[in-house]
T-cell receptor, first 115, second 110 residues
Framework: GAGVSQSPRYKVAKRGQDVALRCDPI?????LFWYQQALGQGPEFLTY????????KSGLPSDRFFAERPEGSVSTLKIQRTQQEDSAVYLC?????????????FGEGSWLTVV | LAKTTQPISMDSYEGQEVNITCSHN???????ITWYQQFPSQGPRFIIQ?????VTNEVASLFIPADRKSSTLSLPRVSLSDTAVYYC???????????WGLGTSLAVNP
């Protein structure tokens, strides 16, 4: 596609519910990132994929957060047993490849509100 | 990972040139400097990226001195629609993750 596409755009979940956020990166982009952005803050790194391999998940805040990219294209970020502190914007980004100076492009984000 | 420092906020008026300076004293040899723009309720949008000297595209210029310890994003003739948060980031894709600060909140007034 023309850009990074994320769905749903907005999600309201009751505390304790599981949610799944989808990311469709730019076609052909090998690298895929997930970031979390709280209100008034800059994005914070969650996890990184190179094709289907999750090479870095050091930013995932707890074991309730899980991300996958089984075929090396679409990725899903899953949050189990959501808590109020999970309320944030979840940004997906992709990059052509791990090459010097490559640009990372972001999607519009999925806004999660846990009530 | 190099840390960046930039002003929290700036004010300007329509038609003026705006320069936002970012300090990154610990920039590494492999690091690029990238600027993003973010509007409320939207994801960050890539503006410009550079390694050294000057880079210009259709929306902005990026000035990087020889020591690369700072950089300046220049927005020519801003309009109301340029009101946004501007983030300066230093790093490269080999690091796999970028450290984002609070950015600079630019307000363009009529």
């Amino acid at each position: 596609g023309a850009g990074v596409s994320q769905s749903p755009r907005y999600k309201v979940a009751k505390r304790g519910q599981d949610v799944a956020l989808r990311c469709d990166p730019i076609s052909g982009h090998v690298s895929l990132f997930w970031y979390q952005q709280a209100l008034g803050q800059g994005p914070e790194f969650l996890t990184y994929f190179q094709n289907e391999a999750q090479l870095d998940k050091s930013g995932l805040p707890s074991d309730r957060f899980f991300a996958e990219r089984p075929e090396g294209s679409v990725s899903t970020l899953k949050i189990q047993r959501t808590q109020q502190e999970d309320s944030a914007v979840y940004l997906c980004a992709s990059s052509l490849a791990l090459q010097f100076g490559n640009t990372i492009y972001f999607g519009e984000g999925s806004w999660l509100t846990v009530v | 990972l190099a840390k960046t420092t930039q002003p929290i906020s700036m004010d300007s008026y329509e038609g003026q040139e705006v320069n936002i300076t970012c300090s990154h004293n610990n920039i590494a040899t492999n690091d690029y400097i990238t600027w993003y723009q973010q509007f409320p309720s939207q994801g960050p949008r890539f503006i410009i990226q550079g390694y050294k000297t000057k880079v210009t595209n259709e929306v902005a210029s990026l000035f990087i001195p020889a020591d690369r310890k700072s950089s300046t994003l220049s927005l020519p003739r801003v309009s109301l629609s340029d009101t946004a948060v501007y983030y300066c980031l230093v790093g490269d894709v080999y690091n796999r993750k970028l450290i984002w600060g609070l950015g600079t909140s630019l307000a363009v007034n009529p």
